[in-house]
């Protein structure tokens, strides 16, 4: 961990299930993150969307906990969107592993509702 301590916390909105991510979430924090997402996936709902606009750091960890959960998501029928505004790091981690293009991503919560 390199800074303030990771918060990872699951609430519903409508028909989806919405986790949200604060802090700086590495190796340390990524299983919560997963486990979130697998609860997630296992649901009824047809929606989750992962709030990353309160988190200013995440590794190559968490990027592994949100591909696992693509692949969980499209197997049960359900969508995977990522909420921004994404800060200037995590934004890099997709840039610089060229994964942008594999999620489904909105500049926000609200706007992730509808995509």
Do not use: K, N, W
């Not at 992962?50 to 969980?72: C, E, I, P």
């Amino acid at each position: 961990m390199t800074g303030e301590e990771a918060v990872v916390t699951t609430t519903t909105e409508h028909d989806a299930t919405v986790i949200s991510l604060c802090g700086e979430v590495d190796e340390d924090y990524a299983p919560l993150l997963a486990r979130a997402l697998a609860r997630a996936a296992a649901s009824d709902r047809p929606r989750t969307v992962v709030d990353l606009s309160g988190t200013r750091f995440v590794d190559s960890s968490v990027l592994h906990a949100l591909f696992d959960a693509q692949r969980a998501h499209t197997a049960a029928g359900a969508v995977l969107v990522l909420a921004g505004p994404l800060h200037t790091a995590v934004r890099r981690l997709f840039d610089v592993t060229g994964s942008a293009h594999a999620f489904r991503m909105a500049d926000s919560v609200a706007a992730a509702m509808t995509c």
